[in-house]
């Protein structure tokens, strides 16, 4: 307290020049520049954890756009096989075991709704 109001009469009386004066806190130790820091073993780890971290994400959003595009095409295969079944009632005189097995093969994951459709035709076709 007493060398903080001595520097300030000095200061206030013009004969000494404020800028001459260095201000020593009264701990004189070095700083430790480590207390913030992590050790170089320990970043590289981090840098290699979050390099691990940032593959997984990009190969989780490969995969998920993979499963997307795989669901946007049986939508669309679906919406075609429904399109060829329409035609089909549209027009019944072009519903015959031809145009059936065309369409097994053309849309081979539908085989089961096809061949039910078929033993109907066959079953209708065998009570006329």
């Known amino acids: ?3 903080t ?3 300030l009469i000095f200061l206030c009386s013009g ?3 404020a800028d001459n004066y260095i201000l020593i806190p009264k701990n004189n130790n070095p700083y430790d520049y480590s207390i913030n820091s992590q050790s170089p073993s320990q970043s590289a780890a ?15 959003g490969r995969q998920q756009r993979e499963i997307n595009q795989a ?4 939508n669309k295969r679906e919406i075609e096989y ?3 079944l329409k035609k089909f009632y549209d027009k019944p005189e072009t519903l015959n075991d031809e145009n059936l097995m065309k369409l097994m093969i053309l ?3 539908y085989q089961d709704t096809t061949e039910k ?3 109907s035709y066959h079953k209708l076709g065998s009570n006329k």
């Open 5 to 7: 109001l001595i520097f």
């Open 46 to 60: 981090d840098g290699f954890n979050n390099g691990v971290k940032m593959a997984k994400m990009l190969e989780q």
């Open 117 to 119: 459709i078929q033993n």
């Open 82 to 84: 429904r399109t060829e």
């Open 1 to 3: 307290m007493k060398k």
């Open 107 to 109: 849309y081979p994951e």
């Open 71 to 74: 669901r946007a095409e049986k």
């Open 15 to 17: 004969s000494v020049n």
